[in-house]
């Protein structure tokens, strides 16, 4: 992973992952050495100190389960994902999530498309509660690009 950071024009800062994954790098004997045990250790590193060894800032773990079955069938998961590990370049964001530089432009940026949305619709007694009501909405269109591609690495099925 570290050889492939070579190869980026902007070296990755951020990686993304399951937990599997996750796991499998926490327990791998050349992360323990990297770390300074030895192959019979048996530690599991944390995942600042995975993120250390592999030269990056943090690892970003996301659970990779949703439910495929249908309503009122017995529960089945599958994975949205393969095992798979992402390096990408996250530059300084704003307190809003956008990137503060065009100097650093990161690997995928979301922009706000529009305005923020937002209002209420009143309702007669019966069409919402006993004595009727008020629904509130909200809403923002967001439109995600993938704006510096050479600042990002997929490594695909890595189990």
Same mark, same amino acid.
């Given at each position: 992973?570290?050889?492939?950071?070579?190869?980026?024009?902007? /070296?990755?800062?951020?990686?993304?992952?399951?937990?599997?994954?996750?796991?499998?790098?926490?327990?791998?004997?050349?992360?323990?050495?990297?770390?300074?045990?030895?192959?019979?250790?048996?530690?599991?590193? *944390?995942?600042?100190? &995975?993120?250390?060894?592999?030269?990056?800032?943090?690892?970003?773990?996301?659970? *990779?389960?949703?439910? *495929? !079955?249908?309503?009122?069938?017995?529960?089945?998961?599958?994975?949205?994902? %393969?095992?798979?590990?992402?390096?990408?370049?996250?530059? /300084?964001?704003? %307190?809003?999530?956008?990137?503060?530089?065009?100097?650093?432009?990161?690997?995928?940026?979301?922009?706000?498309?529009?305005?923020? &949305?937002?209002?209420?619709? %009143?309702?007669?007694?019966?069409?919402?509660?006993?004595?009727?009501?008020?629904?509130?909405? *909200?809403?923002? !269109?967001?439109?995600?690009?993938? &704006?510096? %591609?050479?600042?990002?690495?997929?490594?695909?099925? &890595?189990?």
């Amino acid at each position: 992973m570290t050889d492939a950071k070579l190869t980026m024009l902007i /070296p990755g800062n951020v990686g993304v992952t399951n937990q599997r994954v996750m796991n499998m790098l926490r327990r791998h004997p050349k992360i323990a050495v990297a770390l300074g045990g030895s192959l019979a250790a048996g530690r599991y590193a *944390t995942n600042d100190e &995975v993120a250390q060894v592999l030269g990056l800032d943090r690892i970003e773990v996301g659970n *990779t389960l949703r439910q *495929t !079955s249908k309503r009122g069938q017995s529960l089945v998961t599958g994975q949205i994902w %393969p095992d798979s590990f992402a390096i990408h370049y996250q530059g /300084p964001m704003g %307190p809003d999530g956008m990137g503060l530089s065009a100097d650093s432009p990161n690997f995928l940026t979301t922009f706000q498309w529009m305005d923020i &949305v937002s209002g209420e619709n %009143p309702y007669r007694p019966g069409e919402m509660g006993l004595w009727g009501g008020v629904g509130v909405y *909200t809403g923002e !269109s967001l439109v995600e690009k993938r &704006v510096a %591609p050479f600042a990002g690495y997929l490594f695909a099925n &890595v189990l």
